[in-house]
């Protein structure tokens, strides 16, 4: 029987106009030439040993058929526990804690419950990459706001610029990604103001809480007046324990957003590895010498590579949380703008960098260049003599 030929139909036009990410790019071509790898945003340490020995204990010994939806209710216990001692915040870990497969899909499944089509949703550049497609997936309406370097400062009258009555909600990043800002108190008030004055939601990827510097002290979005029945703060074991693979989130939000929330989390993804979850509990209620040590370390890093790039004659942007940071190219008028420079880099320097004009979705800064420095000393000495003399030529 003779089938007629295949017709390929029209696919989601999201997701399929999508073009390859410069991440992949550059990922790719760090592999080609062999460059050092200061693009992607890992570290070269494999993380805490005894984290990771709770996992391997709990596959052997423990449960490894379906956990509950909401979460192992001891990593949920865990959870509260940790946040109220870290943060002040007071969260019923039976109601207000769920466990997602990774904090992207804690994402996901906040702005497919919130958003309906038509609403509009504040974004702000430069963002990472997953939130446009998400919010559009969702019939979500972006509004952009454009931060420049180097404060990367929020303002009224760009505020003013994106809120109106159709905002439903504002997706906020802190600490931010790529840029390394920890927003403070004032910063955070005024957009506090913004969500209440014009009663939008806020979603908040604060997957980088614990990887702040400087005496930094991380202040929840949640935490500020008017914000607790509004919020939905996403946590990242990931991110707090260096095990970027592990891929478990944490969801905080009021009683009745989390009744939503688990609905999109149960068609998601369901659950999340039993075994991980077991040693992200047991993580969490580690002594605060293994938070504030890590942080030491990750801070050295981030002075080591700073120092070598000033010495080099890189203006090198403040860093104070993350595992970034960036140098800006206009103050030496290079010919490059920074997807060049980072191509020619890698190519000629054997050094993998990302381009922070990848981070926009329009009206793009193009002379800001990101380097992750949660690396071995080794690694970073490797990239800064492979860098010698490079500012000072251009």
């Known amino acids: 029987m003779s089938h007629p030929q295949f017709t390929p139909r029209p696919l989601n036009p999201i997701y399929a106009g999508l073009p390859t990410t410069i991440f992949e790019v550059m990922s790719g071509l760090a592999r080609t030439h062999e460059a050092v790898n200061l693009g992607q945003g890992f570290p070269d340490d494999p993380g805490p040993e005894d984290v990771r020995r709770k996992a391997a204990e709990a596959v052997v010994d423990g449960w490894n058929q379906y956990p509950p939806m909401m979460g192992l209710p001891e990593l949920r216990h865990a959870a509260a526990a940790h946040y109220r001692h870290w943060q002040g915040l007071e969260l019923d ?8 497969s990774g904090a992207t899909e804690a994402l996901a499944g906040a702005l497919f419950s919130l958003i309906e089509p038509g609403d509009e ?8 990459d997953a ?14 706001v454009r931060l420049e370097p180097p404060s990367w400062a929020m303002t009224p009258e760009r505020l003013d610029q ?13 600490p931010q990604n790529p840029t390394g800002v920890v927003y403070d108190r004032a910063q955070m008030q005024l957009l506090a103001d913004y969500c209440v ?12 809480e614990h990887v702040v510097f400087d005496g930094v002290t991380f202040e929840p979005l949640m935490a ?18 260096g095990m970027t693979g592990w891929k478990v989130g944490l969801v905080f939000a009021a009683p009745h957003l989390m009744k939503v929330l688990s609905k999109a989390h149960q068609f998601l993804t369901f659950t ?8 992200v509990a047991y993580g969490l209620g580690k002594p605060d010498d293994y938070f504030t040590t890590m942080r030491a370390g990750l801070q050295r890093s981030r002075d080591r590579l700073a120092a070598g790039l000033k010495g080099l004659g890189f203006e090198v942007l403040p860093s104070r949380g993350t595992y970034f940071l960036s140098i800006d190219l206009a103050a030496h008028a290079n010919a490059f703008d920074d997807e060049a420079f980072c191509l020619d880099l890698v190519r000629t320097r054997k050094v993998a960098a990302i381009p922070v004009s990848a981070f926009y979705a329009e009206d793009a800064v193009k002379s800001v260049v990101r380097f992750c420095f949660a690396k071995h000393d080794a690694t970073i000495d490797r990239a800064l003599a492979h860098l010698a003399d490079l500012a000072r030529k251009s």
């Open 224 to 241: 500020l007046p008017g914000m607790r029945e509004r919020t939905v703060k996403i946590s990242s074991a990931g991110k707090i324990f």
């Open 131 to 144: 939130y446009l497609p998400l919010v559009q997936r969702a019939g979500g309406i972006p509004r952009l």
């Open 121 to 128: 949703v504040v974004l702000f550049q430069p963002l990472y």
């Open 272 to 279: 999340t590895p039993p075994n991980l979850q077991a040693a």
């Open 93 to 100: 870990p039976d109601a207000e804690v769920m466990v997602t």
């Open 162 to 174: 994106v809120f109106s009555e159709r905002t439903k909600l504002v997706l906020f990043n802190n």
């Open 197 to 208: 004055r014009f009663n939008a939601y806020a979603v908040c990827d604060e997957v980088w």
